[in-house]
């Protein structure tokens, strides 16, 4: 399975920017989806963006012209950089990796453990 580890979280003023990162290691399949969810309390999870291994990319309507996923395919990195924050982006936020099987084309995800984002004055 893929081990993803995030870092890049913290304390931010609403305006403010953080830079969130995840590394990949283990098996890596170089067709994939890397992406970005995020879970407040006493809500569910949600995704935040998406980015494929082609580079397409996709954005909850809630973060669109705040936050840009990227990815460095050499690294096995995902990035997400998060600009003008509000407090409604304060929640822990998940890197996935997601990856199909090559007998049925099942779908396998792995998840992170976590960085908190905290947007507040």
């Known amino acids: 399975q893929v081990q993803l580890v995030e870092s890049g979280g913290g304390l931010v003023q609403p305006g403010g920017s953080l830079r969130l990162s995840c590394a990949a290691s283990?098996?890596?399949?170089?067709?994939?989806?890397m992406g970005w969810y995020r879970q407040a309390p006493g809500k569910e999870r949600e995704l935040v963006a998406t980015?494929?291994?082609?580079?397409?990319?996709n954005y909850a309507d809630s973060v669109k012209g705040r936050f840009t996923i990227s990815r460095d395919n050499a690294k096995n990195t995902v990035y997400l950089q998060m600009n003008s924050l509000k407090p409604e982006d304060t929640a822990l936020y998940y890197c996935?990796?997601?990856?199909?099987?090559?007998?049925?084309?099942?779908?396998?995800?792995?998840w992170g453990q976590g960085t908190q984002v905290t947007v507040s004055s």
């Open positions: 996935n990796f997601r990856r199909w099987r090559i007998y049925d084309s099942g779908v396998v995800d792995s």
């Open positions: 283990g098996s890596i399949f170089s067709i994939n989806v």
């Open positions: 980015i494929t291994s082609g580079g397409s990319t």
